[in-house]
C-alpha cells in the first residue's frame, strides 16, 4: 500500500506562483509513475502531469511551460511547480501513483486562482 499527502495549496492571484508537494508513505524509487490530477468544480478529474521513474514527463496541453513535475527518490516526494497561474487552474489537485496493480491517490489540495 502507498499513502499519498498532498500539500502546498493555497490562494494565489492571477499570474503567480505555487509549488504543490506530495510526500509518499514509502519509498517510490519503484514506483514507475506518479502524476498529478486536478478536478474542478462541476468537472471531471484530468491529468495535468505525470514522472515515470526514469524522469520522462508529460504535461496536460492547458498547463505545458507553465507547470513542472519532479520527484525525489530519495526523499520520496513529488513536485508539482506552477507558474503563470491562471483563474481556470482552480481546482482540487491530487497526486496519484499506480503500485502494485492498484491506483492509489492523495486527499487533495485545494488551489484557488484570483483573477
Known amino acids: 500500500q502507498v499513502q499519498l499527502v498532498e500539500s502546498g495549496g493555497g490562494l494565489v492571484q492571477a499570474g503567480g506562483s505555487l509549488r504543490l508537494s506530495c510526500a509518499a508513505s514509502r519509498s517510490i524509487f519503484s514506483i514507475n509513475s506518479m502524476g498529478w490530477y486536478r478536478q474542478g468544480s462541476g468537472k471531471q478529474r484530468e491529468l495535468v502531469a505525470a514522472?515515470?521513474?526514469?524522469?520522462?514527463?508529460n504535461y496536460a496541453d492547458s498547463v505545458k511551460g507553465r507547470f513542472t513535475i519532479s520527484r525525489d527518490n530519495a526523499k520520496n516526494m513529488v513536485y508539482l511547480q506552477m507558474n503563470s497561474l491562471k483563474p481556470e487552474d482552480t481546482a482540487v489537485y491530487y497526486c496519484?501513483?499506480?503500485?502494485?496493480?492498484?491506483?492509489?491517490w492523495g486527499q487533495g489540495t485545494q488551489v484557488t486562482v484570483s483573477s
Open positions: 514522472i515515470t521513474s526514469s524522469g520522462a514527463t
Open positions: 496519484k501513483c499506480y503500485f502494485g496493480r492498484f491506483d492509489y
